[in-house]
């Protein structure tokens, strides 16, 4: 089992070395491998999260290596799937909160088994694969979905307080990946529910656990009731703690470009002299708390790539109100659709854009976009 353990990668906050990351991606092996544990995966979702990065640069990195799209479809589809998430968010809005598609059924109850929550769930590598989450912040997208299906298909949990709590600890939390991820595993965002037993566990992690509750075939899934080990629930609470909040100093000649949760980019208006602002704003993290170890990230983040970046922690009205600005940039996203002034759009792999019903509707429209390349 030390497998799991010994591949998990730390996440640097320097720009260098997320190039390097992203430089050194194998998009083929990535194809063959990902759904293992130790797969070859990127680990560059927390820069796709935060907009430290995009998908479009990734995409361009790998076509710029000579990869031929035909050749690393499964990664760009994979990539795809993350802008597809956003764009649902972007035509949905607060519906994503809600079950989306169909009423998540059955629901036994509101709250999250405790057993997840403490990782002793028994099944080896999902509790070692908790352990892990609260010491590094990721979670492999197969364990991610393991953990969702015992949540919602067996504990029989509704999706949204353990989708909290996964978005709380995660460094990539992306409301729209995760959300929307998660209610694909429940069924209120699929025709189906997404279930794994102990022998596709053990072939993807490695482990070779027999006789537990999900040592069984799949057409006995449906005839479970309840499984003692996930019966007792928790509803914890999540509170975002914030640094205190602090004056800053702005050049009124120069225009202010706001950096958030959400916008992270160095590379963003670098051409411009300005004032840059990473804004903090204690509702936004009301509605979305996060663990203290991922505000920490997302200020290291900041504060080492972002030219003389200043934290303000407020209200963006109360910014307006305590500072004038001669224009203000901010780029598009679900959380920043209260925010005045110059709006500039987000990269995205492809022109695709709007509501799809279906990953796969969206994909067919990318596809065609592949010969472009
Ligand atoms: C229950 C559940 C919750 C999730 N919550 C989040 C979340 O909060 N934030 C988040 O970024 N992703 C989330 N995902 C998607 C996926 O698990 C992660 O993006 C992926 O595991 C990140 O690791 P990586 O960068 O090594 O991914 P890789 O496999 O290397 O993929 C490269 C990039 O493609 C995108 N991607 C890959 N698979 C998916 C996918 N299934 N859905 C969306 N984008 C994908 C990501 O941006 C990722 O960084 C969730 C998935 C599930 C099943």
């Not at 079950?99 to 059955?106: E, F, L």
């Not at 949204?160 to 959300?179: E, F, I, R, T």
């Not at 307006?320 to 792999?349: C, Q, V």
């Amino acid at each position: 089992m030390n497998l799991i353990k010994n591949t998990l990668p730390l996440f640097p906050s320097s720009l260098d070395e997320v190039i390097r990351r992203i430089e050194n991606v194998d998009p083929i092996s990535y194809g063959r491998t990902r759904n293992y544990v130790d797969g070859k995966v990127t680990y560059l979702s927390p820069y796709i999260s935060r907009g430290f990065t995009t998908t479009k640069r990734i995409l361009d990195s790998v076509i710029r290596r000579g990869y031929k799209p035909a050749q690393i479809e499964k990664f760009i589809q994979e990539l795809a799937w993350r802008d597809y998430w956003q764009q649902v968010w972007i035509a949905k809005g607060s519906e994503i909160n809600t079950d989306i598609k169909n009423p998540q059924t059955p629901v036994n109850n509101y709250g999250m088994a405790e057993a997840i929550y403490k990782g002793a769930t028994g099944i080896l590598a999902i509790d070692l694969a908790i352990d892990d989450f609260y010491n590094t912040g990721y979670i492999h997208n197969h364990i991610r979905m393991y953990i969702a299906s015992l949540s919602c298909n067996l504990a029989k949990n509704h999706w949204k307080l353990p989708a909290q709590w996964m978005y709380y600890h995660l460094l990539d939390a992306d409301w729209a990946s995760n959300a929307l991820s998660w209610q694909w595993v429940a069924g209120s965002n699929s025709n189906k529910k997404y279930y794994a037993n102990q022998e596709n566990i053990n072939r993807y992690c490695y482990t070779s656990q027999k006789s537990t509750f999900l040592d069984i075939p799949y057409q006995a899934f449906s005839g479970i009731e309840t499984i003692s080990i996930l019966e007792p629930t928790i509803t914890p609470i999540f509170t975002t703690s914030l640094p205190p909040a602090e004056d800053i100093s702005i050049d009124r000649s120069l225009p202010a470009c706001i950096y958030n949760f959400y916008n992270l980019d160095p590379a963003w208006r670098t051409e411009i002299k300005a004032n840059r602002i990473l804004l903090l704003e204690p509702s936004h993290f009301k509605n979305y708390p996060v663990a203290k170890k991922t505000i920490q990230f997302i200020l290291k983040l900041a504060k080492e790539n972002i030219d003389k970046v200043q934290v303000f922690v407020g209200e963006f009205q109360d910014l307006l109100a305590t500072y004038s600005f001669n224009s203000l940039y901010f780029k598009e996203h679900p959380t920043t659709e209260h925010y005045e002034g110059i709006k500039e759009d987000r990269e995205w792999m492809f022109p695709v854009k709007g509501y799809y019903p279906s990953f796969f509707s969206y994909w067919k429209k990318c596809k065609k976009q592949l010969s472009n390349l």
